[in-house]
T-cell receptor, first 119, second 116 residues
Framework: GAVVSQHPSRVICKSGTSVKIECRSL??????MFWYRQFPKQSLMLMAT?????????EQGVEKDKFLINHASLTLSTLTVTSAHPEDSSFYIC???????????????FGPGTRLTVL | AQSVTQLGSHVSVSEGALVLLRCNYS??????LFWYVQYPNQGLQLLLK??????LVKGINGFEAEFKKSETSFHLTKPSAHMSDAAEYFC??????????????FGTGTRLQVTL
């Protein structure tokens, strides 16, 4: 099956620093990747949709200058949390949607998540 | 706009008992419906999905769900619970057609507890 990886799985940083999270589709090409945020015991909230080679589309209320998304290739998208603050602490999950060449066209494959803790 | 309501944030069943997790949706167009399972500190794993065709959908690990348009429901069931089924379950809906970026809207989740 399609595998999506995230790195790192866990990161602790100081307030004011920036953190980069990588999302990779390991065995398929993903034209679209999604970034979600999940607070403890809550549901996933879509932050942005990332399309390869174009600017990400952010959901309402998500600061695009704070959460920088880059989708430079068909297998890699990165989320950078800039000037992180304690309220940015959360579980960040990415998903990847297969391009028409493989995988179910209407299925998203999820990464294992990255737990960010900002001190 | 699409939305999902999961009734019951926490469900507890005995091992071997029927599992029923409820999901109701709201959608302006025929929906695609999904159930995902999440184990602690992990991402989501697709259990099953409904797109078109047969309204009773069978998924992995013995789970199934039935799409009922008249009731706008997509409840998840399993005849006999196993201890390994203990996890968080999310129902999700997508309105976009296949071939476009399918934005998922998730319910708030139901935590399933399985007791001996």
């Amino acid at each position: 099956g399609a595998v999506v990886s995230q790195h790192p799985s866990r990161v602790i940083c100081k307030s004011g620093t920036s953190v980069k999270i990588e999302c990779r589709s390991l065995d398929f090409q993903a034209t679209t990747m999604f970034w979600y945020r999940q607070f403890p015991k809550q549901s996933l909230m879509l932050m942005a949709t990332s399309n390869e080679g174009s600017k990400a589309t952010y959901e309402q209320g998500v600061e695009k200058d704070k959460f920088l998304i880059n989708h430079a290739s068909l297998t890699l998208s990165t989320l950078t949390v800039t000037s992180a603050h304690p309220e940015d602490s959360s579980f960040y999950i990415c998903s990847a949607r297969a391009s028409s060449g493989g995988g179910a066209i209407d299925e998203q494959f999820f990464g294992p998540g990255t737990r960010l803790t900002v001190l | 706009a699409q939305s999902v309501t999961q009734l019951g944030s926490h469900v507890s069943v005995s091992e071997g008992a029927l599992v029923l997790l409820r999901c109701n949706y709201s959608s302006s167009v025929p929906p695609y419906l999904f159930w995902y399972v999440q184990y602690p500190n992990q991402g989501l794993q697709l259990l099953l999905k409904y797109t078109t065709g047969a309204t009773l959908v069978k998924g992995i690990n013995g789970f199934e769900a039935e799409f009922k348009k008249s009731e706008t429901s997509f409840h998840l069931t399993k005849p006999s619970a196993h201890m390994s089924d203990a996890a968080e379950y999310f129902c999700a809906v997508s309105e976009e057609e296949a071939g476009t970026a399918s934005k998922l809207t998730f319910g708030t989740g139901t935590r399933l507890q399985v007791t001996l």
